[in-house]
């Protein structure tokens, strides 16, 4: 049978680990963010280049994949 606590134990973090890891998941955070916010002014860029009729719809609601491929769409056709 094995003890599952023993390796509870083994897996834990230390708390240096752990403080490390959290810096590591904060910056993530940051740089997602920082990511997001370049895309979405890039696309608003994007925006202002096309005709009216292109823009009109408020999609803010969905995904930048979905904005972009709706964008796309609308172009195309």
């Keep these: 049978m094995i003890n599952i606590s023993s390796q509870i134990r083994d897996v834990s973090l230390s708390p ?3 403080s490390d890891h ?3 998941l904060e910056s993530q955070i940051s740089q997602n963010e920082k990511q997001f916010r370049q895309i979405n002014s890039i696309y608003n ?19 930048f994949e979905d904005r972009f491929a709706n964008l796309f769409e609308q172009f195309s056709t």
Excluded: K, V
């Design 45 to 63: 860029q994007f925006l202002t280049l096309l005709p009216y009729e292109y823009t009109s719809s408020n999609d803010t609601h969905i995904s």
């Design 22 to 24: 959290l810096f590591e």
């Design 16 to 18: 240096q680990t752990s």
